[in-house]
């Protein structure tokens, strides 16, 4: 079996988000599908481990809020590599309440669906939850952040707000970078690449590891230099 079959699989990119006991947390999901169109009907895959997980199972409702492309990664982040059992994850985000009170993104997002829980599947790690649509808006005309962007672009191989990558990078500087050595973050995964540079945070395309900042932190997690090693 090829496993590798299964990452070629399209999504898009979302922030889940549930309440319980008057308090709120989200998380980032790539897992989201239209299930019946009358009434309309979506599932999400949430990790039982997640704090959102045990919110929405509590609660019965949840809020997803669709990426649109120019999220920066501190924002993916936040939601997608905290916990919301360690941090207040909406202390400096934009959000509303909606119709099921559930606090609904509505900064990096192009347009939301909230909806009530009417069965949930365990599935192993996961539990899929189906809701009801209960209420949906488009707050923009933005293009929305597919998986594939994410990782093909915010990742950055070619991130199109480097003005320093385009056409006219020589051959020559472009073999020095691809030399040059990735460190990974041992907290969230993410991968310095020297090749790709840190262009949200202001780190050039072709910048060492080693000439990063020493206040440079991971643009997803926001740990230090120190807790990166080697690829
Ligand atoms: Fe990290």
Known sequence: MNRKTLHKIPYGLYTITSRK????????????????????????SINKKNLTYEYIKASKVFSASILCDHAPMVFIGTFGFKSGRDIDKF?????????????IITENCLGYLEAEVIDDLSVGTHSIFIGKVVDAEIMSEEKVMTYEYYHEIKGGKSPKNAPTYNGSVDEEIKKEVEKMEKYVCKVCGYVYDPEKGDPDNGIAL??????????????????????????
């Open 91 to 103: 202390e400096n985000i934009k959000y509303k309440l909606g119709k099921t009170k559930t606090p």
């Open 21 to 44: 006991n008057g308090k709120y947390n989200g998380q980032i999901a790539n897992a989201l599908f239209q299930v019946t169109s009358e009434p309309p009907t979506v599932a999400i």
């Open 206 to 231: 072709g910048t060492k590891y080693v000439d990063l900042p020493d206040d440079w932190v991971c643009p997803v997690c926001g740990a230090g230099k120190v807790d990166f090693e080697k690829e």
